[in-house]
C-alpha cells in the first residue's frame, strides 16, 4: 500500500539533546513538509521541500534541520538550539505542481522533553 | 498577515444545527483548495476539495469565491461524531508550490 510514514510514534529527549525525526513516502510524491502542533493549535509549517536536494524555511525552522537526499524521505531533526520542542510533529507529502492535488499526512511523532 | 486564516474556535453547537466556517487566503496565486478534518490526536485527512463552482457531498457544501478570496463549508443536520477540528488548506504557487494549512477550527457538537 502507498503511504506515508512517521517513525517513532513517540519520542523523549533529554534537554540538549538533537533528535532525528524520520519521514517515508512512496507515493512519488516531489513536495515534502513537516508541520508543528501544539496543543489546541493548528499547524505551523517547517520546513518544506519541492524537490530532491531543495527545501526552504517554514514559518517556525528556528532550531530545526532538515534533508531531502532522496525523494523518499525527509528527515526533521530537532536540534537543542529549539527552545521549547515537546509538540506533535507532523510529516506530509503532495504531487509538485499547479493540479488541485490534496496532501497525505503521516500518523505523526509526539515529541516529549523530559 | 497569515497566508490562510479561518474563523476563531471552537464553535459549539447542538446536534442537527447547521455550522459554517469560513476561510480567507491572501494569495492570489493560490490555485487548489480543500478542507481536511483533524480528529484529537490524530493526522489531518482530506474531508474534500473546494471547486469554484461549489460542490457538495452529503452534508457537507464546500463553496469557493475567487474574487473575495474566500472559501467556506456548511455542514448540516450536525452529528456528534462531526466533532472535530476543520482545517482550510490552500495550495499556491509562488514562485515555487507549496501546501498552506490555516489554523483550524474546532468543532463540538452535544446532544
Known amino acids: 500500500d502507498g503511504g506515508i510514514t512517521q517513525s517513532p510514534k513517540y519520542l523523549f529527549r533529554k534537554e540538549g539533546q538533537n533528535v532525528t525525526l524520520s519521514c517515508e513516502q512512496n507515493?512519488?510524491?516531489?513536495?515534502m513538509y513537516w508541520y508543528r502542533q501544539d496543543p489546541g493549535q493548528g499547524l505551523r509549517l517547517i520546513y518544506y521541500?519541492?524537490?530532491?536536494?531543495?527545501?526552504q524555511k517554514g514559518d517556525i525552522a528556528e532550531g530545526y534541520s532538515v534533508s531531502r537526499e532522496k525523494k523518499e524521505s525527509f528527515p526533521l531533526t530537532v536540534t537543542s538550539a529549539q527552545k521549547n520542542p515537546t509538540a506533535f510533529y507532523l510529516c506530509?507529502?503532495?504531487?509538485?505542481?499547479?493540479?488541485?492535488?490534496?496532501?497525505?499526512f503521516g500518523q505523526g511523532t509526539r515529541l516529549t522533553v523530559v | 498577515r497569515k497566508e490562510v486564516e479561518q474563523d476563531p474556535g471552537p464553535f459549539n453547537v447542538p446536534e442537527g444545527a447547521t455550522v459554517a466556517f469560513n476561510c480567507t487566503y491572501s494569495?492570489?496565486?493560490?490555485?487548489?483548495f480543500f478542507w481536511y478534518r483533524q480528529d484529537c490526536r490524530k493526522e489531518p485527512k482530506l474531508l474534500m476539495s473546494?471547486?469554484?463552482s461549489g460542490n457538495e457531498d452529503g452534508r457537507f457544501t464546500a463553496q469557493l469565491n475567487r474574487a473575495s478570496q474566500y472559501i467556506s463549508l456548511l455542514i448540516r443536520d450536525s452529528k456528534l461524531s462531526d466533532s472535530a477540528t476543520y482545517l482550510c488548506?490552500?495550495?499556491?504557487?509562488?514562485?515555487?508550490?507549496?501546501?498552506?494549512f490555516g489554523a483550524g477550527t474546532r468543532l463540538f457538537v452535544k446532544a
Open positions: 506530509a507529502s503532495s504531487i509538485r505542481g499547479p493540479r488541485n492535488t490534496e496532501a497525505f
Open positions: 507515493l512519488n510524491h516531489d513536495a
Open positions: 521541500s519541492q524537490i530532491v536536494n531543495d527545501f
Open positions: 494569495n492570489s496565486a493560490s490555485q487548489s
Open positions: 473546494v471547486y469554484s
Open positions: 488548506v490552500v495550495n499556491m504557487n509562488t514562485g515555487g508550490f507549496k501546501t498552506i
